[in-house]
């Protein structure tokens, strides 16, 4: 009887391990990749051994720079077409999808579409067939140092029908973009970062509460490989409370990111606290020892934070008074019928 019944569970688990390894699929309305593009070299690109724009200017200066879009379906094709500027997501990454220039950190000047009469346009392609889109930039007539950086992009435009099978149905949609970076320096000058601390302040983290850092380069160079470290400490205690460290951060020119240190789920509390930070760019180090006050306006923050560790002290106060007040009141019962 023990011997059927391993082999049954042998049969069982052989099922269980078969089921594991192969995945499961989902069946997804995507569109596929028919359509692609090449960026055209121009010759003042810095290396040419880039398929994006890395290009030489001078200050004034007018220049066509262009792609080639190639349809490679066999219906006719709406490409859209916008050229980006280049920020730094609170992950730490260089983020290439900012097409309001009016979002940019106030240290950048000249963000890339300012410099474009039209940042967007529509290509229409044929089946089968490519077209060149030309996009004209115009540097600022003042001399700049450092470098421009962002990226065109280009994604098939959706048609009325798509947006109905999208929006009214639940099917998975892919659509798929393509990315040409450009970076623009007029001199080929060394700069290096210079990091500032402009806010601390209390914040909800994929609903998870925490104390964001905000983190501004405010010079045109590209940070690489940079590491933060934080603690946060009641003012006037030397005990930490909370603590942070990251490394591989990237920071966009003339950008800033909210830098979080967790708070482990705990609720925010009132009162005033200290931020020690330290962050490292190669041989450069920045380290700030800043004061911020946690208010009234974080209860809100606590009401939307999820998974947070709830402060039972005034519970378990009130339940021990009950407690008490109970025993005295049997104690007095039992007194008087003595």
Request: hydrophobic share 40%; no cysteine; charged share 25%.
């Amino acid at each position: 009887m023990n011997s059927k019944r391993q082999i049954v569970l042998l049969i069982l688990s052989a099922i269980m391990l078969t089921l594991s390894i192969i995945p499961l699929s989902v069946k997804a309305s995507s569109n596929e990749v028919d359509f692609s593009v090449r960026a055209k070299i121009p010759t003042n690109q810095i290396n040419h051994l880039k398929s994006y724009f890395d290009i030489k200017m001078y200050p004034g200066q007018v220049q066509d720079l262009e792609i080639e879009v190639f349809n490679h379906s066999k219906e006719e094709e709406t490409i859209e077409a916008n050229l980006t500027f280049a920020t730094t997501n609170d992950n730490g990454l260089i983020d290439y999808s900012e097409t309001n220039y009016k979002n940019a950190d106030k240290s950048l000047k000249s963000p890339l579409p300012s410099l474009v009469k039209k940042p967007h346009k529509e290509i229409v392609i044929p089946a089968g067939k490519s077209k060149v889109v030309s996009f004209t930039i115009t540097m600022p007539k003042e001399k700049y140092e450092g470098v421009l950086l962002g990226a065109f992009h280009f994604k098939k435009k959706l048609d009325e029908r798509e947006f109905k099978s999208t929006s009214e149905s639940i099917q998975i949609k892919n659509h798929y973009a393509y990315v040409v970076g450009i970076k623009l320096t007029e001199t080929l000058k060394e700069l290096y970062p210079e990091l500032h601390l402009l806010r601390i302040q209390p914040k909800l983290v994929n609903f998870h509460t925490a104390i964001a850092a905000n983190i501004q380069n405010s010079e045109a160079v590209i940070i690489e490989k940079m590491s933060v470290e934080a603690e946060i400490y009641q003012n006037g205690s030397n005990k930490v409370l909370y603590s942070s460290y990251r490394d591989g951060l990237n920071m966009a020119p003339n950008s800033n990111f909210n830098y979080a240190i967790d708070l482990n789920n705990d609720q925010f509390k009132l009162g005033k606290y200290r931020l020690k930070m330290k962050a490292i760019v190669g041989t450069q180090v920045w380290e700030w020892d800043e004061a911020f006050t946690i208010g009234k306006e974080t209860k809100e923050l606590n009401n939307k934070a999820v998974e947070i560790n709830k402060n039972h002290f005034w519970l378990y106060i009130s339940g021990a008074l009950l407690l008490i007040g109970v025993i005295y009141l049997l104690f007095i019962g039992k007194k008087r019928n003595i």
